[in-house]
């Protein structure tokens, strides 16, 4: 009995003597390491399908009209490289200006968008009509010995005021208030509707697509990532309102915002990080 006993303590510690050689443990390592990797690539993989999925939800009509701060703030000049490509497709004027690194040229306020709900007829009659009118009834413009000059006088004062009220010289918070404008009068039932759910939730959408933006490039802004979590349940709470009042609209609405089921009626964790 006791014979048997030590034979077996003996052979268990050959087993671990075999088990325990650092060839086993750097095999060992090998493995675990390919493991760790294999599992690294299968999260990055399933990362890059969630962005894609999510970027071709986004890919709607509504969200695509908004306006985008930081394309449209990207820069007022140009390298003198991009200059002769950029002149050449007519997409900015040939006014040069001497700065480091040699001359750049400032890009035109021509985006097509207008602070203060200016509209786009109101521009026009400004900047063609009301230039050629006053030429023509002004008394002391036609006094001018060179009246082609009084012309071009009246059309850049038109000009200014153009790239006055231009959104390409506005503010963060003037962008904003035009994608609420855009967002009302698209989800808008009748005439002036701003109470409905649908333009609601479309307004704290503009909103949380602020907020993202922002909190993109500060992580640390926990204060902005809170109110971007009360508007994350804002928008839901509307959104199942709507869902108990219209199915249709519901689901209608969903599609417009570039959201899923899951994204509203699942729960709404405050995000460590917007990526």
């Not at 040939?94 to 021509?110: D, F, M, T």
């Not at 036609?142 to 005021?161: R, T």
């Amino acid at each position: 009995m006791l014979r048997s006993a030590h034979t077996f303590s003996q052979a268990v510690r050959a087993v671990r003597a075999v088990h325990t050689t650092p060839a086993f443990a750097a095999k060992r390592r090998n493995n675990r390491k390919a493991e760790l990797e294999a599992q690294r690539n299968a999260e990055a993989e399933a990362a890059r399908r969630a962005q894609e999925q999510l970027r071709k939800l986004k890919d709607t009509n509504f969200l695509n009209s908004l306006v985008n701060p930081e394309k449209l703030f990207s820069t007022t000049q140009i390298s003198q490289e991009d200059a002769a490509a950029a002149v050449s497709s007519g997409q900015v004027s040939l006014q040069q200006q001497a700065g480091e690194g040699g001359s750049v040229i400032r890009r035109e306020a021509n985006s097509g968008h207008f602070a203060c709900r200016v509209q786009p007829e109101e521009v026009k009659l400004v900047t063609e009509v009301a230039p050629k009118a006053m030429v023509g009834s002004d008394f002391r413009f036609s006094l001018q010995v060179m009246p082609e000059l009084a012309e071009k006088s009246a059309h850049i004062q038109a000009d200014i005021v153009r790239r006055v009220i231009s959104l390409d010289n506005a503010n963060s918070s003037a962008i904003m208030h035009y994608n609420i404008s855009n967002a009302v009068k698209t989800f808008g039932r009748s005439e002036g509707d701003s109470g409905s759910p649908e333009v609601q939730a479309a307004v704290w959408t503009v909103r949380i697509n602020n907020l993202e933006e922002h909190l993109r490039g500060h992580n640390k802004d926990h204060h902005n990532r809170r109110a971007y979590t009360k508007l994350l349940h804002k928008r839901a709470k509307m959104l199942k309102y709507l869902k108990r009042e219209s199915l249709e609209r519901y689901y209608l609405c969903l599609k417009q915002l570039g959201l899923t089921k899951e994204m509203v009626e699942g729960e709404i964790l405050q995000p460590k990080r917007i990526v």
